[in-house]
């Protein structure tokens, strides 16, 4: 998931890229790019592919009452990203499908994430290791994002995942959902392993990340894919904002409530996580990076509807296993907003779990490519 053009892949590829070269200096690593698959789900008759879809997308986010200069910075974000970004990760706009190799390690992000409508994934069996030619498949902290086991057999390709699945010498993923899923398709010894962000200890080893802060004034981040913060969620946001002297700073996407849509590289997105007085956000990996930084912060759990998008079932296990379940909001009201901000997250402990959990990564990285 190293090419979508988000900072949260961005940040999980170059993470288990930086853990598996830690492993050993003779370590040669780089990416593998999956064949885009049709998509399962079809929204329509008419399937959007290429630039419709990218007229789509520049309309939705057109959408958004947020200022006109904050528009045109998230576009330029976005019409940028691949150039700026993927140098970092060792990449270019070449696509290279080499499987002949000694370890394919698959993942992490939303990898088995199959039952979905986006056309920049769709169902590719590339995803499940299907012909590789690789010596060892692994998989490392994998996900099934919200399809489940219902939807793989509602779609009826549980038979295909079950032989897929049978080529891996050892599957990793980082949630209950998927932990459940692969042992229903087959998987004897299934591991859990948290998402490379929090693996890696980014703040502490990561030299890229900017010492100095990078915005002088007292700043909120609200954190989420554009448009995806509703009317009333950013009625609460610019209130709460406003009277404890806040600005609001959007990455990523930009919402209503955005004062300033910030442009920066991942490492620099870091650092302003780092500096922030309070974080909200919808995403798994804003919730990481909320955490990593020990930030007070509030993560807003979207329930699944049909084929729509849903996080509860990524999300809901990442807070209950980094002891941060207090921060969860199912609806955001005035009142659950500022109590929810207002408790007190024992990042201590919040640190043991993580200290271990790097521990276990270390471990399983080093059992099944070493």
Known sequence: MQRIY???????????????????????????????????????????????????KLREYNKVDSSFVNKIKFFNHKRTYGKRFYPLLGINDKFNHNTDVDVLVIGSDEVFNCVQANTNVGYSRDLFGHNSKAKKVISYAGSFGNTTMKKIQDYQIEEDLKKDFLRFQSVSVRDKNSFKIVKQLGVDNPIINVDPVLAYDYMNLENNIPKERLYKEKYMIVYGYSGRITKEENEVLRK????????????????????????????????????????????????IFSIINNRPFVTIIRKSVGNEYGNEEKLGYLLQITGTGSQRLDSLSEKKFSETLSYRIDYSNVNKILKQQREEAKKFLEKNIL
């Open 6 to 56: 988000n900072y949260g892949s961005f940040l999980q590829a170059y993470a288990l890229k930086r853990l598996i070269e830690g492993l050993d200096s003779e370590n040669k690593v780089f990416f593998v790019d999956y064949r885009v698959g049709s998509p399962l789900v079809k929204i329509d008759n008419n399937e959007s592919t290429g630039i419709k879809r990218k007229l789509e």
């Open 240 to 287: 709460y904002a406003t009277e404890k002297g806040l600005m609001i700073l959007c990455f990523g996407g930009v919402q209503g409530c955005c004062d300033k849509f910030i442009d920066c590289t991942p490492f620099e997105l870091l650092a302003y996580f780092r500096d922030a007085e309070v974080i909200v956000t919808d995403t798994f990996h804003g919730t």
